[in-house]
């Protein structure tokens, strides 16, 4: 059975329960939400969108202006559907404890972000861990635990597409061959992606021209977009079982429509902002060189999330206390954030970062470590 036919299955056990739902705006007189004090009534200044979440979006907190996000995210990653949550840890958990069973196995990298780790415990499958952006090695886990597949259950492969504590890149091509040849069905977490790869910023699985060969990407607001919320693009299919299965959209407070409008703002500015991205890149190039010409050794590939790698806790702690008087806001990240005796600073390069700022702390890192 297909992971499709099972979703399809599952909605029509719901519409034949009488559960099945579908979002609905509001109308008529509140008696379902959640807004006791009537606070989402007021009117604030120069905010058309006044009213608060109030509720979940299949009660009272669903609003048409989400339609309107929706449809725009979806457009933007050339994707069928989009669905908003609350949070980039509430969607990647949602969608992975929600379409993931107990029977399936899903094939998890190494430095995954704990929501997807988290979204993996929740579902009970099995998990198989591999190496580090290691091809080769997930290869052959996949090749080893072939022979005991059911013929029910689905594989998953879960990746971030660019690493946010290591700074590097997964292979997804490589990993969507590899997934296509085992009928896995590849899931990527775009978090630290979006808004910064590709012509219109929508993230490193467009820019590559994946879309159509991943199941689903997560993408955050939060981050490089700068709004509250995150959300899951994919499928129509997919969106319709996360509305009607998922626990983190349908047990959670709606974000408030002016959120919304923020989005449709957002939209607007990062699609055509060009400009932000080249500035993000040239300064991530000249910060790395800066490095280099220091003899300081930094993780990751050419981007702008940037690792110096020190080992012990008090190392980095030590490093980051120094940077910090220095005028530098750099925090050490330490276990269990990342692996034991691997903690680091991890240095975060904007697009607004004047050169000179770039090469101070440059030469502050050499003092400091």
């Given at each position: 059975?297909?992971?499709?036919?099972?979703?399809?299955?599952?909605?029509?056990?719901?519409?034949?329960?009488?559960?099945?739902?579908?979002?609905?705006?509001?109308?008529?007189?509140?008696?379902?939400?959640?807004?006791?004090?009537?606070?989402?009534?007021?009117?604030?200044?120069?905010?058309?969108?006044?009213?608060?979440?109030?509720?979940?979006?299949?009660?009272?907190?669903?609003?048409?202006?989400?339609?309107?996000?929706?449809?725009?995210?979806?457009?933007?990653?050339?994707?069928e559907a989009a669905l908003m949550l609350t949070s980039g840890y509430a969607a990647n958990?949602?969608?992975?404890?929600?379409?993931?069973?107990?029977?399936?196995?899903?094939?998890?990298?190494?430095?995954?972000?704990?929501?997807?780790?988290?979204?993996?415990?929740?579902?009970?499958?099995?998990?198989?861990?591999?190496?580090?952006?290691?091809?080769?090695?997930?290869?052959?886990?996949?090749?080893?635990?072939?022979?005991?597949?059911?013929?029910?259950?689905?594989?998953?492969?879960?990746?971030?597409?660019?690493?946010?504590?290591?700074?590097?890149?997964?292979?997804?091509?490589?990993?969507?061959?590899?997934?296509?040849?085992?009928?896995?069905?590849?899931?990527?977490?775009?978090?630290?992606?979006?808004?910064?790869?590709?012509?219109?910023?929508?993230?490193?699985?467009?820019?590559?021209?994946?879309?159509?060969?991943?199941?689903?990407?997560?993408?955050?607001?939060?981050?490089?977009?700068?709004?509250?919320?995150?959300?899951?693009?994919?499928?129509?299919?997919?969106?319709?079982?996360?509305?009607?299965?998922?626990?983190?959209?349908?047990?959670?407070?709606?974000?408030?429509?002016?959120?919304?409008?923020?989005?449709?703002?957002?939209?607007?500015?990062?699609?055509?902002?060009?400009?932000?991205?080249?500035?993000?890149?040239?300064?991530?190039?000249?910060?790395?060189?800066?490095?280099?010409?220091?003899?300081?050794?930094?993780?990751?590939?050419?981007?702008?999330?940037?690792?110096?790698?020190?080992?012990?806790?008090?190392?980095?702690?030590?490093?980051?206390?120094?940077?910090?008087?220095?005028?530098?806001?750099?925090?050490?990240?330490?276990?269990?954030?990342?692996?034991?005796?691997?903690?680091?600073?991890?240095?975060?390069?904007?697009?607004?970062?004047?050169?000179s700022a770039l090469r101070d702390l440059s030469q502050a890192l050499v003092a400091s470590v």
């Amino acid at each position: 059975m297909s992971l499709s036919d099972r979703w399809r299955l599952a909605l029509d056990r719901l519409r034949r329960d009488g559960r099945h739902r579908v979002l609905q705006a509001p109308a008529g007189i509140d008696f379902s939400s959640n807004d006791y004090l009537g606070y989402s009534k007021r009117s604030w200044p120069a905010c058309e969108f006044a009213r608060s979440g109030a509720a979940s979006r299949l009660l009272r907190g669903h609003h048409p202006i989400w339609d309107e996000v929706e449809t725009r995210l979806a457009q933007w990653h050339g994707a069928e559907a989009a669905l908003m949550l609350t949070s980039g840890y509430a969607a990647n958990e949602g969608l992975l404890s929600t379409i993931v069973e107990p029977a399936d196995t899903v094939f998890s990298d190494q430095c995954n972000h704990a929501s997807i780790i988290d979204g993996l415990r929740l579902s009970k499958a099995e998990k198989i861990v591999y190496p580090h952006n290691d091809v080769d090695e997930l290869k052959r886990m996949m090749r080893r635990h072939a022979h005991r597949r059911l013929a029910s259950a689905a594989w998953f492969v879960v990746t971030e597409s660019l690493f946010g504590m290591d700074g590097d890149r997964a292979p997804l091509q490589e990993l969507a061959e590899l997934s296509e040849r085992y009928g896995a069905h590849l899931i990527v977490d775009e978090a630290h992606a979006t808004g910064c790869f590709g012509p219109s910023g929508s993230g490193i699985v467009d820019a590559l021209g994946l879309r159509g060969r991943v199941l689903a990407t997560v993408h955050t607001g939060g981050k490089a977009l700068g709004v509250p919320g995150a959300y899951v693009a994919g499928s129509r299919l997919l969106k319709e079982t996360l509305v009607n299965r998922c626990r983190h959209f349908m047990f959670t407070t709606a974000l408030p429509p002016l959120i919304g409008a923020w989005w449709l703002d957002m939209l607007a500015v990062v699609r055509d902002d060009d400009a932000s991205r080249q500035a993000l890149r040239q300064n991530a190039e000249s910060f790395r060189a800066e490095l280099a010409a220091r003899q300081v050794a930094a993780g990751g590939t050419d981007d702008y999330i940037v690792p110096i790698v020190l080992g012990e806790d008090a190392a980095a702690l030590e490093a980051a206390v120094k940077l910090q008087e220095a005028g530098f806001d750099v925090r050490a990240i330490r276990p269990p954030t990342v692996a034991p005796d691997t903690a680091r600073l991890r240095i975060s390069i904007h697009a607004d970062h004047h050169t000179s700022a770039l090469r101070d702390l440059s030469q502050a890192l050499v003092a400091s470590v």
